[in-house]
């Protein structure tokens, strides 16, 4: 009887039943949806409207890669944070063009027409525009659906994050042509092509891929809330859970290896590194070229050395095809595990695999035709359509994240972990 009292009055039992009151409220805390059908269906315009952004960011991603192909980037001369109309009339065009003849890209060139320049001019104001329009197709819906109260408060720094990078990345943009506008005379006697900075290019290319990711990111957010994730988490087993870790630790590794080969193509174009070395699989007959480290100090060769840089995205490229491949085949050797994972995951792994073949398959495609406009800017498109599978493969898989788990499943493992090692006779 008294060993009855004295454990009753143990600190471990007392532990046990404070906790197993707390469990009983996180229960019933997690009991009340936080996300009821009509929730999510009035949030359901505020996912397809970041969709849609999305959509329109891949655009103006890809109209950008065209403005570079046609060397139409150093057309306008200005920046006006508003915008303004093109030129209308012949003698507004002429006017345009004089301004055009007195930077450096038309003093190397010195032989284009007025219908040339209005090509490579509407290819630049079209991109510049886009910008605009986006701005506008962001600011107006965002401001209408927090003040219907559609968007979480826990997302206001998020989407506050997305509109100063959206408009951080019009600054980019201009800091990256007036690099192009400022050439000296030597640089312009020298022959050497005209072109922005790489590493503004760079950044500039780098924060168009981060924007877009962050945005769709936060539509898959909207259209499969954390709440949905839990309920997957509770229906699986530990072992399949363990599979879903494994895919998504796979895929989260193929995403940062297509990030870092999509800023290596950032260099390639701001170098003009693709018209180069236009044999596969090896480098004008060399498998590791001459040349690779030959600028001084040796870090510049990564960033400005035309052999490195394309070296460099060939290497990463194939590293990222091979991850890609392991990943899909390692993941369809156990067929039951692999049928336990949610269709919608498995469909978007198949696409990956697929996906990252025909982008390597578009990449050396373009190296070996000298690089063809459509066919260059079908690769940039390429790669932004292997990241967004990989993100929404990452998303797909959040409810194999430990934080995914329901709360009193995690509280109570750790619970009994601690409570059998503290009370004797319970091991």
């Not at 004295?6 to 229960?27: D, G, H, Y």
């Not at 007036?178 to 950044?203: D, M, Q």
């Not at 590194?273 to 060769?301: C, D, H, Q, V």
């Not at 009193?408 to 006779?425: D, N, Q, Y």
Request: charged residues 15%.
């Amino acid at each position: 009887m008294l060993r009855s009292i004295a454990f009753t009055r143990s600190p471990s039992l007392q532990r046990f039943q404070r906790l197993s009151t707390t469990l009983r409220s996180v229960e019933n805390a997690e009991s009340i949806p936080k996300f009821t059908y009509a929730t999510q269906a009035e949030q359901r315009p505020v996912a397809f409207w970041l969709l849609g952004m999305s959509g329109l960011i891949f655009g103006m991603v890809s109209v950008g890669g065209i403005t570079r192909l046609t060397r139409s980037g150093l057309s306008m001369t200005d920046w006006k944070l508003q915008g303004s109309l093109p030129p209308l009339n012949t003698e507004q065009w002429i006017v345009e063009f004089e301004r055009y003849k007195k930077f450096p890209e038309y003093q190397q060139r010195k032989s284009m027409t007025l219908e040339e320049f209005k090509f490579i001019y509407f290819w630049e104001y079209g991109h510049r525009m886009m910008g605009r329009v986006i701005g506008v197709a962001y600011a107006m819906p965002a401001a209408y659906f927090i003040h219907k109260g559609l968007i979480p408060r826990a997302m206001y720094p998020r989407i506050g994050l997305l509109f100063l990078m959206g408009g951080g990345q019009g600054l980019i943009g201009w800091w990256m042509v007036k690099s192009g506008l400022e050439k000296n005379k030597e640089e312009i006697a020298s022959n050497k092509e005209i072109r922005v900075s790489p590493y503004r290019l760079a950044t500039h290319l780098s924060m168009a891929f981060a924007t877009y990711c962050l945005t769709l990111w936060t539509a898959l957010d909207v259209l499969n809330p954390h709440q949905m994730a839990q309920k997957v988490a509770s229906g699986l087993s530990q072992e399949s859970l363990k599979f879903a870790r494994k895919i998504l630790f796979f895929g989260a590794v193929n995403a940062s290896l297509v990030a870092v080969t999509v800023l290596s193509g950032a260099y390639v174009a701001g170098n003009d590194a693709g018209r180069a070395y236009n044999t596969f699989p090896t480098m004008n007959g060399e498998w590791i070229p001459s040349g690779l480290l030959e600028m001084k100090p040796m870090w510049r060769n990564f960033f400005e050395n035309t052999t490195t840089v394309q070296f460099q995205h060939r290497v990463l490229a194939l590293s990222t095809l091979a991850s890609v491949t392991a990943m899909y085949v390692s993941t369809r050797m156990s067929q039951a595990l692999w049928v336990s994972t949610p269709i919608y995951t498995r469909a978007v792994m198949h696409a990956v695999a697929v996906m990252s073949a025909t982008q390597v398959g578009l990449g050396i495609s373009t190296l070996l035709l000298y690089v063809p406009v459509p066919l260059a800017a079908l690769h940039q498109a390429g790669s932004l359509t292997l990241l967004t599978l990989l993100t929404g493969l990452v998303h797909s898989l959040r409810f194999a994240s430990p934080v995914a788990l329901p709360l009193r499943r995690r509280i109570a493992a750790v619970f009994s972990t601690s409570l059998m090692k503290s009370t004797p006779g319970m091991k």
